[in-house]
């Protein structure tokens, strides 16, 4: 029976664009509903010193999102990795630690918040003139942060479990009630930025609360009171899986404290004062992550159709789907950049009204600071292109140029050079370098898309099958680069006449997920330490961590069905539970090494050792994120040995007389 995920490289690219887009852009319009509605509200009822207040404030909103997403996002893709490995309980846990870490995170912050808001404002930029607003609007902010971390940590556990629907409408209905609440707690009530606190406030304990319900609901898991327990390890692995989404909104904080201060200082002596640059710019910052909020969702819904069909090799398919989105792109950025140029007036209105300096401002930063966000629409997609095909290197690189290698230091720079608008003067720098870079590393992959790609060449099992062991016992060989490894195993499997399975994976996973061979080979076993910038932040899995659960799935297989001798891939901690296993783990000396790389695999002579160390920290790394331990640790193999001291001839032998000994011997038994 064909399988569900072949649709993506099968059916209509538009059809499939539109399918997975648009729940992904209403979730992230609907995220930006919450930051601007109170603006709206605040602005009319309040006047823009109140919408200064919320600007500074924001920041420590933000502060909190990134605590919620690194362990929302972490917290999802360890469940999917878990449940991916047949591991419910063990899923369990990790939504069990989730909740428990995310509750504690949310406490001691809000905490520390209240205590300290003063001092955090002065750090986000706030003036004497917002200061009272701030805090009025802070405090109660500060209060609801509990609520709004575990609210969004679930949503993103609850999509993992299979209910995107519903954490969607948990999500939708928080911010309709915040739309609701906000006018009547400011203009009936007269609370004013209290009141669109307040009202943000309950619109995030009823998304909590809808969230908390769900709970007792999970699809995949039981949440029992013996996975309701602090545990160390799986904290920093859920951290670590989420640590892309905490860096993000990092990067955010970091930005929005550098440009209230600068904006609040060179504001201060000009005619606009220190207030209204820091109001407009951050009504402008929002109104602009309305157009990346639709980037994003467009981008994000192809990013699985990118990622099938760049591993099936289906190339024009996923340049049809890369033209699609980059056009679908620009159209939007181009009609946002039209309406930044004709009528900033018309759309700082929406936030209330101010004298002729606030007016004049807002417009000078509409049309100065956006001037280029047409690039958003390039450099946006591609960073989540590479994101889609696994390279992580250019996607981090190229989802924090402009924030941070660009954008920031074009502030300090601009800012000193020409006062309060060289800060505005950075946003089109900053988008026009974050374009070209985006743009000669998106030209150079679609290029080689249409390279011939030379077929990886998987060793076909040709040993014997006449099974000495008269039992189904596996030996997993895990091995150091250059060690011989490979070649002992082969040499085990001759020797008791089993099957050898090392490269043969590949064609089993070509054929179980429909990617091509050399797509895996080139992804699998091997993970380098940016890798985990790939994780959650737009997606739960990325395509290693997919990968890792179709060919767990195969390996304990071929283990329940036949003796056999199994390379690397993590088979070790598989079949950890297996009982009929022997875990071997082959070292060698770095010359036996180097000598065995330049006679047999061929490599060039020149930094060999240091091709060596790096292929060997790949697989330490990758060991390391799916496992949790050390690659080389002695204590999770039943045999380590070093091949130099009896060459790969009599390494096999030992082998091969300790594997039929422990076989005797459960006989015996």
């Known amino acids: 029976m064909e399988k569900e995920e072949n649709i993506l490289g099968k059916e209509k690219i538009g059809k499939l664009i539109l399918k997975f887009s648009i729940p992904s852009i209403i979730s992230m319009l609907v995220n930006s509903l919450y930051n601007i509605v109170d603006q709206i509200f605040i602005g009319r009822g309040v006047g823009y010193l109140g919408n200064g207040a919320t600007n500074v404030v924001f920041p420590l909103v933000i502060l909190g999102l990134a605590f919620s997403l690194m362990i929302g996002d972490g917290t ?6 878990k449940l991916g490995e047949k591991k ?28 300290f808001l003063p001092q955090l404002l002065n750090i986000f930029g706030c003036t004497d003139n917002l200061r009272e607003y701030a805090l009025s609007y802070g405090y109660i902010i500060v209060l609801g942060l509990p609520f709004a971390i575990v609210g969004t940590t679930l949503n993103g556990i609850i999509r993992a479990d299979g209910s995107p629907k519903y954490a969607m409408t948990s999500m939708v209905s928080g911010a309709i009630l915040n739309i609701i609440l906000d006018p009547i707690f400011i203009f009936v009530f007269h609370k004013g930025v209290q009141g669109a606190a307040v009202a943000t406030v309950i619109s995030q304990i009823l998304t909590f609360a809808l969230n908390i319900i769900y709970v007792k609901r999970f699809k995949s898991i039981k949440l029992t009171k013996d996975v309701i327990k602090l545990d160390y390890k799986i904290g920093v692995k859920l951290a670590s899986l989420g640590v892309s ?32 640059p820091i109001t407009v710019f951050g009504i402008v910052m929002k109104i ?31 340049k049809k789907t890369l033209k699609i989105v980059l056009t679908s792109s620009v159209i939007v950025s181009t009609f946002a950049l039209i309406l930044f140029q004709t009528i900033p007036d018309k759309l700082i209105l929406i936030f209330g009204s101010g004298d002729e300096n606030y007016m004049e401002f807002a417009c000078l930063a509409f049309r100065t600071y956006l001037l280029l966000c047409i690039c958003n629409g390039i450099q946006i997609p591609s960073g989540i292109f590479f994101q889609a095909i696994g390279k992580s290197i250019k996607s981090a690189l190229l989802s924090s140029s402009r924030q941070i290698l660009f954008l920031l230091p074009a502030f300090v720079i601009f800012g000193a050079m020409f006062g309060v608008m060289g800060v505005l003067y950075a946003g089109p720098f900053a988008d026009g370098l974050a374009f070209i870079a985006s743009g000669i590393l998106l030209i150079i992959e679609v290029k080689n898309l249409n390279k011939k790609h030379k077929k ?20 997993t060989v895990s091995r150091e680069f250059g060690s011989g490894g490979r070649y002992v195993g082969r040499l085990i499997a001759d020797k008791l006449g089993i099957k050898l399975y090392d490269k043969d994976f590949i064609i089993k996973l070509a054929e179980k997920t429909g990617l091509s061979e050399e797509y895996i080979e ?85 930094n060999i050792e240091k091709e060596i160390k790096k292929i060997d920290k790949l697989r330490a790394n990758h060991y390391k994120y799916y496992t949790g331990n050390n690659w080389s640790d002695a204590s999770n193999y039943d045999l380590c040995i070093n091949s130099d001291l009896y060459g790969v001839e009599k390494t096999a032998d030992i082998i091969c007389d300790l594997v039929i000994q422990k076989v005797n011997k459960r006989t015996e038994i």
Do not use: H
């Not at 419910?88 to 630690?97: D, F, I, L, S, T």
């Open 456 to 475: 990886s060449q998987a060793i076909i099992d040709d040993t014997s099958t006449d099974n000495k062991l008269k039992s189904n016992f596996v030996i």
């Open 245 to 276: 989404s905490f860096i993000t909104n990092m990067s955010f904080v970091l930005v929005m404290s550098v440009e209230n201060n600068l904006l609040g200082k060179y504001g201060s002596i000009s005619k606009y004062g220190s207030e209204i």
């Open 76 to 81: 999802s893709a360890y469940l999917s990795l």
């Open 522 to 606: 080139n992804n699998e076993q091997k993970r380098d330490k940016l890798a985990l910038l790939n994780n959650g932040y737009y997606s739960g899995l990325n395509n290693a961590d997919d990968l890792f659960i179709q060919e767990s799935e195969i390996i304990k297989e071929v283990a329940e069905k036949e003796a056999c001798v199994i390379i690397g891939r993590c088979a070790d901690f598989i079949l950890k539970d297996k009982k009929n296993v022997i875990r071997v783990f082959i070292s060698s000396s770095m010359e036996d090494k180097i000598n065995r790389a330049l006679n047999i695999y061929g490599i060039d002579e020149k």
């Open 88 to 115: 419910e309980k063990e899923a369990a846990k990790g939504v069990a630690n989730g909740l428990i870490i995310s509750a504690i995170i949310s406490i001691i912050l809000a905490l520390g918040s209240f205590i």
């Open 288 to 318: 602009s992550q309305i157009l990346n909020s639709i980037i994003i969702g467009l981008a994000v819904g192809a990013q699985p159709i990118l990622g099938y069909n760049y591993g099936a090799e289906k190339f024009d398919r996923v």
